[in-house]
């Protein structure tokens, strides 16, 4: 090969391949230094540069120079097969370093092929891994279909990087929300913690640096159009956006909504809340199978245990009839869960 056409090579899988200039002359003379031990059957050692400006090959065999006619006689398919691999090594560092810097970042591409029933999605340099376990459940794609995803993990494997995608992941909503809310994306509206149960249901507590902006009407959007785009990519997942509070007597009832919370009784000790809702909330409070308060738990990180206005005045009748029988003639003062009710209840009213 002369001057001119290596200098042509280089500049071509430079420019198609995207791999640094230095990259490729590094795997031509690594190629070539090893077809010409293999040719030559040296004991000394061989070293091979190529000049970046020129494209001159210079060959050294211990202090002795190889003369270039005795290189073109070198097999020209071992070396063709050594640059080939260090292009590919070359290509697949360059893959790796974009998409590493990229986790948890949205992708977008479309459905190339199945593997059983993991997704291979093509994102254009790569391939994406989207395994049955990050698919949102009831998601159904074809060929050539558009998808979104966030990069989960990046790998190397041999020549290749793995793409691990996902769109079950908590950090898929986040993103998405970033997306769609400018005021998220730029510091102002804080997304403090996400609960998910994909495909089903999201509650997603937010607050706001700035007391002139509404961290939950942003979210939601005019007439609801930015949510509205979110539950569109998420083909329907319900959301609800909650405000965030430090004090769990105003974030309890926050993330226990749609339902309407009456009275909170709170064991600090353990962490756990008796949430007293209306007997016509109960059903929604709780949600399908469990699924409201066991969000609202995750959110909180207090475990919920909810029970009914009647409830409460029978565990109160029960409690004041113990007492009774067990102390004749005590004071009138109010049961103790009533005490812990109206108090909860003052810090309400005054918040």
Same mark, same amino acid.
């Given at each position: 090969?002369? /001057?001119?056409?290596?200098?042509?090579?280089?500049?071509?899988? *430079?420019?198609?391949?995207?791999?640094?200039?230095?990259?490729?002359?590094?795997?031509?003379?690594?190629?070539?230094?090893?077809?010409? $031990?293999? *040719?030559?059957?040296?004991?000394? +050692?061989?070293?091979?540069?190529?000049?970046?400006?020129?494209? %001159?090959?210079?060959?050294?065999?211990?202090?002795?120079?190889?003369?270039?006619?005795?290189? &073109?006689?070198?097999?020209?398919?071992?070396?063709?097969? @050594?640059?080939?691999?260090?292009?590919?090594?070359?290509?697949?560092? @360059?893959?790796?370093?974009?998409? @590493?810097?990229? /986790?948890?970042?949205? !992708?977008?591409?479309? !459905?190339?092929?199945? %593997?059983?029933?993991?997704?291979? !999605?093509?994102?254009?340099?790569?391939? &994406?891994?989207?395994?049955?376990?990050?698919?949102?459940?009831?998601? *159904?794609?074809?060929?050539?279909?558009?998808?979104?995803?966030?990069?989960?993990?990046?790998? /190397?494997?041999?020549?290749?990087? /793995?793409?691990?995608?996902?769109?079950?992941?908590?950090?898929? !909503?986040?993103?998405?929300?970033?997306?769609?809310?400018?005021?998220?994306?730029? &510091?102002?509206?804080?997304?403090?913690?996400?609960?998910?149960?994909?495909? *089903?249901?999201?509650?997603?507590?937010?607050?706001?640096?700035?007391?002139?902006?509404?961290?939950?009407?942003?979210?939601?959007?005019? $007439?609801?159009?930015?949510?509205?785009?979110?539950?569109?990519?998420?083909?329907? =997942?319900?959301?609800?956006?909650? $405000?965030?509070?430090?004090?769990?007597?105003?974030?309890?009832? #926050?993330?226990?909504?749609?339902?309407?919370?009456?009275?909170?009784?709170?064991?600090?000790? #353990?962490?756990?809340?008796?949430?007293? @809702?209306?007997?016509?909330?109960?059903?929604?409070?709780? &949600?399908? $199978?469990?699924?409201?308060?066991?969000?609202?738990?995750?959110?909180?990180?207090?475990?919920?245990?909810?029970?009914? +206005?009647? =409830?409460?005045?029978?565990?109160?009748?029960?409690?004041?009839? %113990?007492?009774? %029988?067990?102390?004749?003639?005590?004071?009138?003062?109010?049961?103790?869960?009533?005490?812990?009710?109206?108090?909860? #209840?003052?810090?309400?009213?005054?918040?």
């Amino acid at each position: 090969m002369d /001057k001119e056409s290596l200098l042509r090579l280089v500049d071509s899988l *430079h420019r198609d391949k995207e791999i640094t200039k230095d990259v490729v002359f590094q795997g031509i003379e690594a190629a070539l230094t090893t077809a010409a $031990r293999k *040719h030559f059957k040296s004991q000394s +050692e061989i070293s091979i540069q190529i000049n970046r400006s020129t494209g %001159e090959i210079v060959a050294m065999e211990g202090e002795h120079k190889i003369d270039p006619s005795e290189l &073109g006689r070198i097999t020209a398919q071992t070396a063709k097969q @050594v640059i080939i691999q260090k292009i590919r090594e070359a290509e697949r560092d @360059v893959i790796y370093e974009d998409y @590493v810097s990229r /986790k948890s970042a949205i !992708v977008s591409g479309t !459905v190339q092929r199945f %593997e059983g029933q993991t997704i291979i !999605v093509n994102l254009g340099k790569t391939e &994406g891994v989207l395994t049955k376990s990050e698919q949102i459940s009831d998601e *159904h794609y074809n060929t050539g279909e558009r998808i979104r995803a966030i990069i989960l993990d990046v790998k /190397k494997i041999g020549t290749r990087v /793995k793409i691990l995608l996902s769109r079950t992941n908590t950090d898929f !909503v986040r993103k998405l929300f970033e997306l769609e809310v400018p005021e998220i994306a730029e &510091g102002t509206i804080e997304i403090k913690v996400i609960a998910r149960e994909p495909g *089903h249901r999201t509650k997603i507590a937010v607050s706001s640096s700035d007391l002139n902006v509404d961290c939950v009407g942003a979210c939601v959007g005019v $007439r609801g159009a930015r949510i509205r785009n979110i539950v569109d990519e998420l083909n329907g =997942e319900k959301i609800d956006i909650i $405000r965030w509070s430090a004090e769990p007597e105003q974030l309890l009832p #926050n993330a226990l909504k749609p339902a309407e919370v009456s009275s909170i009784i709170l064991s600090d000790n #353990n962490k756990a809340a008796t949430v007293v @809702v209306p007997d016509d909330q109960l059903s929604l409070a709780i &949600g399908k $199978r469990g699924q409201n308060v066991r969000l609202a738990s995750r959110l909180t990180a207090w475990d919920i245990d909810i029970i009914t +206005e009647s =409830e409460l005045e029978e565990r109160q009748k029960a409690g004041m009839l %113990e007492a009774t %029988e067990t102390n004749k003639g005590a004071s009138n003062n109010l049961d103790s869960t009533e005490l812990a009710i109206t108090e909860i #209840n003052k810090k309400t009213d005054t918040t």
